[in-house]
């Protein structure tokens, strides 16, 4: 995957300089931005240069009036601006001063001790010594005069001051990773990335299509598709590590800082494999329908609550139940057994219409579902995730 990225300038996250450089951004002037910042002239104007290294490109138009921002330079200050906008608040809670002293790395290994909740685990991930991380650590809590883990005799568990500074990190550095895409963009660069949370209709009918249209247009770019439940899902998306959710949308939406779209509505479908007794058969009452074993998916999806419900008031539920999203192995388990499988039908549609499996004759428009995407409240995204999205929401990739 690494050799597929294309390389691209990036920040070094030096947050002081970074805080510099929106200075000059709103004095237009190295002595306004010094005495703001309480910096010398030199300062200030070495902290420019060094970034502008860093990232291979002039950010400012310099005249006898004073520092311009050219239109590289405003791409920067607006992600930087929304980098500081999740960050500050955080900071400010802990301690004021820590806007001014906090680093990157000390933001870095607030975030791996929270997730590893071991310092040993968290220098592994992020490839550095363990005094490295244990010190980073506690300078934050020096500087804010508090303790941000406490040892539990399952490991490090952070505060709730220390997870509210380590979510913030998170989506700051997202947004400065964000940023360095924009300017490769800009110097007409293939850069980034699209990390997509998938759920199990959106794997077999929406991806595939969108995914082949992106390819013809960004033949580069990596796409990376992440399986798995929905609750871990959405941690990933509000972490700033998933772009995106697609599939079935919750209702009402599951937390305020997420915001749901509708894309097309889908219905769920009862399957069977081609020999089985109910195939061919007049509509099946609920109770025949209870007395097979089933395939569905785990409890708290839309599709289980669908589920469910078919069953409701009767004496005697269905007891013999595989918990799975996965079309693959109903398919096959459902082609050697008895099982019935519930499953939306837009998933199953090819199966359906290769005969691989048989929809029974029962009458489930009741259980429309929406379906649609899931994303960050205020989330910017960058030229190749907005261009995805954009194939996403094409007519000839949804129904």
């Known amino acids: 995957m690494n050799d597929e990225k294309p390389s691209t300038a990036q920040i070094q996250h030096n947050l002081r300089h970074l805080r510099v450089f929106l200075a000059v951004i709103d004095t237009k002037s190295v002595t306004k931005a010094a005495a703001t910042s309480h910096l010398s002239q030199p300062a200030v ?16 138009t310099r005249t006898p009036q004073g520092l311009f921002a050219n239109s590289r330079g405003d791409l920067l200050a607006e992600r930087v601006k929304r980098a500081f906008a999740y960050l500050d608040p955080a900071l400010n809670e802990l301690s004021p001063r820590l806007k001014l002293v906090a680093t ?38 020096e500087e804010a005069g508090r303790a941000l883990f406490e040892r539990t005799s399952y490991g490090i568990v952070a505060t709730r001051t220390a997870n509210s500074v380590a979510q913030a990190a998170r989506l700051a550095l997202a947004e400065l990773a964000q940023a360095e895409v924009d300017l490769a963009e800009a110097n007409q660069e293939e850069a980034g990335t699209v990390v997509i949370g998938a759920m199990p209709l959106s794997r077999s009918f929406v991806l595939p299509r969108a995914i082949a249209e992106f390819r013809k247009l960004r033949p580069r770019t990596p796409v990376h598709v992440l399986e798995g439940p929905y609750a871990d899902l959405l941690a990933g998306l509000r972490r700033g590590e998933i772009d995106f959710l697609i599939g079935a949308l919750r209702e009402p939406a599951p937390i305020g800082d997420v915001e749901q779209r509708v894309l097309f509505t889908d219905t769920i479908v009862v399957v069977a494999g081609t020999g089985h007794p109910l195939v061919g058969r007049a509509k099946p009452t ?14 708290g999806t839309p599709i289980r609550k669908h589920f469910d419900a078919l069953f409701e008031g009767l004496a005697k539920r269905p007891v013999a139940i595989v918990e799975s999203s996965s079309l693959i192995l109903m398919r096959e388990l459902l082609s050697r057994t008895n099982h019935l499988g519930c499953i939306s039908f837009l998933q199953a549609q090819a199966e359906l219409s290769r005969g691989l499996l048989k929809a029974l004759p029962l009458h489930l428009e009741h259980t429309a579902r929406p379906i ?15 261009l995805f999205l954009d194939l996403v929401t ?3 990739t949804v129904p």
């Open 372 to 386: 649609g995407l899931t994303l960050r409240r205020a989330w910017l995204p960058t030229v190749p995730q907005r």
């Open 286 to 299: 609920p109770e025949e329908l209870a007395s097979y074993p089933w395939v569905v998916g785990q409890k």
């Open 394 to 396: 094409q007519t000839d």
């Open 45 to 60: 104007t070495q902290a420019l240069t060094k970034i502008e290294r860093e990232l291979r490109t002039t950010l400012f």
């Open 104 to 141: 990157a790395s000390q933001l870095r290994a607030l975030i791996a001790v929270r997730e590893c909740e071991n310092f040993t685990l968290a220098a592994k991930k992020l490839g550095v010594a363990q005094p490295t991380v244990h010190r980073a650590v506690t300078q934050l809590e």
